[in-house]
């Protein structure tokens, strides 16, 4: 994408330099022949100076740079790299975004990330705990991008998941009168700063912290597996999902443990298991005819069966065998059935 040689020109910008001062940005940048980054404690150290000093000369040699003849040789190089965060991400994008878009090799990156750095047309904010390093070349544009971002993850319940195309509409309500000046592709990249929403294995959207997106063992992804598919599944069912899906071996046995463990799923019949989220209530089934009486009342044999069955797959035969349980259950005169008090 990029047509001069990172390389070359960070060598003939780095002449310009006296020997430390050089030494201390190829250290300090991996810009040498190892792409290692040094700390300033340890460069100090290899010189016999403290950390503020390293900083003192790594901030002289930058300036000395900018202000060489050489620098202004390579305009052509900023004025190209400025068009590339224009292009790719509108004047701002994630540093690992745009890095990744000009070069896969480690190196190449480095002086890129150098060149990045003497240039007056760009600025870069830190990482923190919202946003990922990003660079911008409009502070307007930066600010309300990220202010959107935070107001996107505000509107997220904590373990809510929504769809790309969702999560994008929220994003375009919240960006005002920019949205409709920047195409998906752009919109997308601006997703990739925050720190705070993200995309599970799925593609669906929501809090980066949730286990619904950051997956990180097998209860997660049979979360996934179960919520992809919309109704209760047997757990060999689930295992067999998550090594289709995700690419997970998933050993039977391991799975029914997770399952039976993890409180976001309910056992709804043998050996098969809803979301709870769905609505469906935690227990036996006789807990869950215990649970329908105090809601309703009295209810003849077939208002119990038809509202257990919503609950539970099982036989209505198993619904009626637990009415007998005369210490919870007493048939009424009319055949209803009530709890005993």
Do not use: C
Not at 37 to 64: K, M
Not at 191 to 207: D, F, R
Not at 293 to 321: F, M
């Amino acid at each position: 994408m990029i047509t001069f040689k990172p390389k070359q020109v960070t060598k003939k910008l780095l002449a310009a330099l006296p020997e430390r001062a050089r030494d201390v940005l190829e250290k300090r940048y991996g810009l040498g022949k190892e792409t290692e980054t040094y700390t300033l404690e340890a460069i100090g150290q290899t010189y016999g100076i403290t950390r503020e000093r390293v900083r003192q000369i790594e901030n002289y040699g930058i300036q000395s740079i900018q202000k060489s003849d050489v620098y202004s040789e390579f305009q052509s190089v900023f004025d190209e790299l400025q068009e590339a965060i224009v292009s790719l991400g509108g004047g701002l994008i994630a540093e690992h975004e745009l890095l990744d878009s000009l070069t896969k090799d480690q190196a190449t990156r480095n002086h890129i990330y150098f060149l990045l750095v003497l240039g007056s047309p760009f600025y870069r904010n830190k990482e923190n705990n919202a946003y990922a390093h990003r660079w911008y070349t409009e502070k307007k544009i930066a600010e309300t991008v990220e202010k959107a971002l935070k107001n996107v993850y505000q509107s997220l319940a904590a373990d809510e998941l929504i769809s790309e195309e969702e999560v994008l509409a929220r994003f375009r309500d919240q960006l005002i009168d920019i949205a409709d000046k920047y195409d998906e592709q752009i919109l997308k990249r601006w997703l990739t700063i925050s720190k705070e929403i993200t995309n599970n294995p799925l593609g669906e959207w929501g809090h980066a912290e949730s286990p619904n997106v950051r997956v990180k063992g097998i209860r997660d992804y049979a979360y996934l597996a179960v919520k992809r598919h919309g109704s209760p599944m047997h757990f060999r069912e689930v295992a067999g999902a998550i090594n289709e899906l995700f690419g997970k071996k998933a050993h039977t046995a391991t799975t029914h443990n997770e399952l039976i463990k993890d409180e976001r799923f309910v056992l709804v019949g043998r050996g098969l298991y809803a979301l709870s989220e769905w609505g469906y209530s935690a227990g036996v089934v006789k807990d869950v005819l215990r649970e329908i009486l105090e809601k309703n009342g009295p209810l003849t044999r077939e208002e119990i069966i038809d509202k257990v069955r919503k609950e539970r797959y099982v036989k209505d035969n198993t619904i009626v065998v637990n009415l007998q349980d005369t210490n919870i259950f007493k048939r009424l005169s009319n055949g209803s059935y009530m709890l005993v008090e």
